[in-house]
């Protein structure tokens, strides 16, 4: 809204900061940020008072889980709101690249608010059949990635080779949504701590941020050998967003947790970043930077696998942040160990960008 403001307005005096991304970025994360501390305190009570006994907690689970009964869910829909209103104040509303990818963010966000409703109200943690949030997903994510491509290229890239290896073609749509949809639901299953899933996504933003503002432009792009896609620098406003918006609930959700972002947030999140690294062309590289959602994933998915057929277990107990709790790893333990690997895995995926 600002950008257009000041558009119509010709960039008079101190507006003409407003023509520059990396200000709009800057002011994005300061607004998200303040809008989630503003409105974090009510809405938080708000859940309570309307949930009543809060999340459902597995009974299976590690047993100092059960401490969290009580505790309020849907804290996503605290993220949505600081990230669409930031968005909204400082997007370029032209930019058919944002919209898609909040098309992406605020529909999985619909799906994982569906869930998280589901079991408050039947207490219980099985929430909406799998498959029907999958269809629900694959809907969301070919239309969102359907409007990135359009008109787009269709070349994959992956990282230490500079140049496309293969275009796709129409394959492409199907390729991203497979990325939006994986990642999406990677980094709902890494949800299950105390801030195990709200860091790993703001340095997976922060890591992005770059990404995004180097593929939006010509020189950095062709100097560092990377695909230059036009007008895609702008979702750096949005990446910048995410990490105000994340920065916020992370305030509450720190150990002990006042609030759970619950599938509302984790699939959101996940489906932006899935989303925004389609957009720029990166989707392998998300594979390196958030590392830690995939290994969560995976984990679950070998456990599954195994046991069906053996009757065996990998690991004590799958995602594998429970494998380690099992181990003996106090939870904050778990939590900072996990960030501290984050952090490691962004630093190598961008690493990528001179490495070609």
Not at 108 to 120: N, S
Request: some cysteine; overall charge positive.
């Amino acid at each position: 809204m600002f950008l257009w403001i000041a558009e119509r307005l010709g960039f008079p005096g101190v507006l003409n900061l407003i023509r520059y991304i990396t200000f709009r970025a800057g002011a994005a994360t300061a607004t998200a940020l303040f809008i989630g501390l503003l409105i974090g305190p009510k809405f938080i009570g708000w859940l309570r008072v309307r949930q009543g006994k809060g999340q459902p907690i597995r009974e299976d689970g590690p047993q100092s889980h059960l401490a969290k009964r009580g505790t309020p869910t849907m804290g996503g829909l605290m993220i949505l709101t600081s990230l669409t209103v930031a968005m909204l104040l400082w997007m370029d509303f032209r930019n058919t690249y944002i919209w898609a990818c909040m098309f992406i963010t605020i529909g999985f966000g619909a799906i994982g608010f569906l869930d998280d409703y589901d079991k408050v109200t039947k207490g219980s943690h099985k929430g909406v059949s799998a498959r029907a949030r999958l269809l629900a997903e694959c809907v969301v994510a070919l239309i969102g990635v359907g409007i990135i491509t359009w008109g787009a290229g269709t070349e994959l890239y992956i990282p230490f080779y500079k140049g496309p290896v293969i275009d796709l073609g129409f394959f492409y749509v199907v390729f991203g949504a497979f990325v939006v949809v994986a990642f999406g639901n990677a980094v709902n299953l890494t949800d299950g701590l105390d801030g195990l899933a709200s860091m790993p996504v703001i340095i997976a933003s922060l890591a992005f941020l770059i990404f995004s503002y180097l593929v939006g432009n010509a020189k950095f792009a062709t100097y560092l050998g990377i695909p230059y896609v036009h007008g895609v620098g702008d979702l750096t406003i949005m990446c910048s967003a995410m990490v105000g918006a994340g920065l916020a609930f992370l305030w509450f959700n720190a150990p002990p947790a006042a609030v759970f972002m619950g599938d509302t947030g984790s699939l959101a999140l996940g489906g932006a970043l899935g989303a925004i690294a389609v957009a720029t062309q990166h989707e392998i590289v998300l594979g390196i930077v958030g590392g830690v959602f995939v290994v969560e994933a995976m984990s679950v998915i070998i456990q599954v696998f195994f046991y069906k057929r053996t009757g065996k277990r990998v690991f004590k107990m799958a995602p594998i942040h429970h494998h380690f709790e099992q181990l003996g790893w106090s939870e904050p333990t778990v939590v900072i160990r996990f960030w501290i690997i984050a952090f490691v895995l962004a630093l190598a995926g961008l690493s990528t960008l001179k490495l070609r």
